[in-house]
């Protein structure tokens, strides 16, 4: 249950995000929603370089919380607290910096330049909101109050979806228009997730972390911070050049592509934060041994499984495409690359969340690293003499190398884990792959954007992934 609530905590982010895509191209148009998802890029670029924060909370309040120091967890949330909100007051102060910077570099119309001027100085006020709504959620999922996450989280999109439908009725959607809905929503999450964290406050004192808890804290965190930047090289460094080398018209569908191909590879991770907090919890009770058994037998059932939702996934999203925004042979074809290169990055799920629960983010930042480099390599250069697919396929292929190197060093620094490896077949992979684009074909004679080709797609793709996982399972049985 806490796998399928903390499933709906993220699924719905990513239902609103995808139902409200057409909402938004009506309403803005290409142009204009180029515009928002470039907004979307910076914020996830700030968010993602905090430090290791966000990837780091649940870890340390999960571990002080099986330890029974109730303190240092409530101490830890408030220097965390005040530290966001630091960040965030001095990003604000360099909001017209960074919006003239922004409009040097991004090709943006003259008629939609005030508005975008607005939002881009703006920023520090969304960014704050999600660091500190990250804290509470890191708590909430140390103690398991993924259902509580899932109420709050799906209450707040609604409203924001809400939003988004009364500016188009009105005819009153714009880019400042739909920022300040994102602010609400995002406020009232914050207020929700505080309030069901306020068991935590009762022991706060107004105490800071000690100087030992903050250098481990830090220790551990900014090792993360390196898969968060592996993170945002995936997710974001394409949109960057894009934006920065292509008509703004590019990033709308090159946002369309990645929302897709994004909510694909986020389904299997919603498993992955109960994962972290059960495999941390046996490390901290139990030691090292029972932790890397338990991450071991977990591993050998994630790889077969995400390796063929990868294959369905990605020969299904160019259909999901179709039917979200119509016929749009680049949107599509990228978004099939995409979900190939997420396959890839989806493999290590668990590893990589071993790697946290039993403090060796070190291993997991090595792996962050070479995907960092390689998209910061590749990326310009493939944009520029490739356009948008040529962006997109230089992330897949760091993505293939990224995982032979992570592989190569698991193998050397923790040969006890299971890596799982022997659950992927290519063969079967290859036939999913065939079976699901022969059920989807006939989608394309259906007139798009239309629900039909979404909810078609979304049934053959369940089928073959249902069939394959059987087959497979009554095979493995059988041995």
């Known amino acids: 249950m806490r796998t399928a609530w903390n499933g709906l905590s993220q699924l719905a982010p990513q239902l609103i995000s995808l139902a409200s895509v057409p909402v938004l191209l009506r309403g803005l148009g290409v142009t204009g929603y180029g515009i928002w998802a470039l ?30 120091r109730i303190r240092e967890t409530s101490q830890l949330l408030l220097t965390l607290i005040m530290l966001v909100a630091s960040f965030s007051g001095i990003l604000m102060s360099l909001g017209p910096l960074v919006s003239h910077a922004v409009l040097a570099i991004v090709k943006v119309p003259a008629q939609l330049q005030s508005s975008a001027a607005y939002v881009y100085g703006h920023l520090g006020i969304l960014i704050g909101l999600i660091l500190i709504n990250n804290i509470f959620t890191g708590y909430l999922r140390a103690v398991n109050r993924f259902r509580t996450l899932a109420i709050n989280t799906t209450l707040t999109q609604g409203l924001y979806l809400v939003g988004l439908l009364l500016l188009s009725v009105h005819h009153t959607m714009n880019i400042r228009n739909v920022f300040s809905c994102t602010i609400v929503q995002m406020f009232s999450l914050v207020v929700l997730n505080a309030w069901s964290s306020r068991q935590v406050f009762e022991t706060m004192r107004l105490k800071t972390a000690s100087r030992r808890e903050i250098r481990s804290f830090i220790s551990y965190a900014w090792r993360a911070q390196i898969m968060n930047a592996s993170s945002l090289a995936i997710l974001q460094t394409d949109s960057l050049f894009v934006a920065a080398l292509l008509p703004i018209e590019q990033l709308g569908y090159l946002a369309i592509a990645g929302q897709l191909a994004s909510a694909l590879r986020s389904a299997p991770l919603f498993a992955i934060a109960p994962l972290v907090t059960r495999i941390t919890q046996e490390f901290g009770a139990r030691g090292i041994r029972a932790a ?31 039917g979200l925004a119509g016929l749009n042979w680049t949107a599509s074809v990228a978004a099939a690359i995409l979900s190939v ?28 690293l070479v995907l960092v480099v390689g998209n910061l390599l590749l990326s310009g250069p493939c944009t520029y003499f490739g356009g948008l697919i040529g962006a997109v396929l230089s992330t897949t292929l760091v993505q293939l190398l990224g995982l032979l190197a992570f592989i ?14 022997d659950g992927v077949r290519p063969f079967r992979l290859a036939t999913a792959i065939v079976a699901t684009l022969g059920l989807e074909m006939p989608l394309l004679w259906i007139s798009a ?18 069939i394959w996982a059987i087959w497979t399972r009554k095979r493995g049985a059988r041995r």
Do not use: K
């Not at 907004?39 to 968010?47: D, H, K, M, R």
């Not at 993602?48 to 924060?53: E, F, Q, T």
């Not at 190569?408 to 490896?421: I, T």
């Open 449 to 466: 954007p239309s629900v039909s080709v979404l909810f078609g797609t979304a049934i053959a793709a369940s089928t073959v992934f249902s």
């Open 408 to 421: 190569r060093l698991m193998r050397g620094r923790l040969p006890e884990f299971n890596l799982g490896l």
């Open 341 to 368: 290169g997420n396959g890839l990055n989806l493999v290590t799920g668990i590893s990589t969340a071993y790697c946290r629960a039993i403090g060796r983010p070190g291993l997991e930042a090595r792996y962050g």
């Open 292 to 322: 890397t058994s338990l991450a071991g037998r977990i591993n050998s059932t994630w790889v077969g499984v995400v390796s063929l939702y990868s294959a369905v996934a990605a020969a299904a999203v160019g259909f999901a495409v179709h």
């Open 39 to 68: 907004t979307s890029t910076l914020v996830i670029f700030a968010v993602s370089l905090d430090g290791g924060i966000s990837s780091s909370v649940q870890r340390f309040f999960a571990l002080y919380l099986s330890q029974s």
